[in-house]
């Protein structure tokens, strides 16, 4: 799901919010 919000936050926190979906989905990030 997308934040209507994500355009106030950071972009690391932007970062870590996606790490941590894609992380939950099963997906590999590549940093």
Partial sequence: ???PDLNC???ESAMN???GQTR???VK???
């Fill in 29 to 31: 990030v590549v940093e």
């Fill in 24 to 26: 939950s989905m099963g």
């Fill in 9 to 11: 936050s950071t972009v």
């Fill in 17 to 19: 919010m996606v790490k």
């Fill in 1 to 3: 799901t997308k934040m």
